[in-house]
């Protein structure tokens, strides 16, 4: 997921890190040259540790924001770029939103996904009009970028 990330973002990129657990994607962004990131989870100890996590890298809001709740409660905007490093299980019911929290011509990142679910991934890409640009695998651990139609 980090390799995919470092080639996406730009220093105009807005992230939006679902499941953002101690915030490395949303760090490694910020540390890439992205403009902004919003992590939310809905683990407080997450939480948490994503807050002192970027103060220690000195990320502070709004460029680095985190929020503990769900996603529909508490983010608001859309962003560039769109990062799930989380279970086939949130990330297949997540591609029917995703739309909304996407930019036109924004990127959806997915990965934490065991390869015996990758039919059920894609499955769901394809019925919510997403596109696989670029599939990763690593010891049976798959990541996608995909995008629009």
């Given at each position: 997921c980090l390799e995919a990330l470092e080639a996406l973002v730009t220093p105009q990129t807005e992230l939006l890190d679902l499941g953002c657990g101690s915030g490395i994607l949303s760090i490694a962004?910020?540390?890439?040259?992205?403009?902004?990131?919003?992590?939310?989870?809905?683990?407080?100890?997450?939480?948490?540790?994503?807050?002192?996590?970027?103060?220690?890298?000195?990320?502070?809001?709004?460029?680095?924001?985190?929020?503990?709740?769900?996603?529909?409660?508490?983010?608001?905007?859309r962003f560039d770029l769109v990062a799930a490093n989380i279970v086939a299980d949130v990330i297949i019911p997540f591609c029917a939103q995703v739309r909304a929290y996407l930019k036109p011509g924004g990127v959806f990142l997915t990965s934490g996904i065991i390869d015996a679910r990758e039919r059920e991934v894609l499955a769901a890409f394809e019925q919510n009009g997403r596109c696989v640009r670029q599939r990763r695998e690593d010891g049976g651990w798959l990541s996608f970028v995909c995008t629009a139609g």
């Open positions: 962004s910020l540390l890439f040259g992205a403009q902004r990131a919003v992590g939310v989870d809905i683990d407080p100890l997450a939480v948490k540790t994503a807050l002192e996590n970027g103060a220690l890298n000195g990320f502070v809001p709004p460029r680095y924001t985190i929020l503990e709740g769900s996603l529909a409660d508490r983010v608001r905007g």
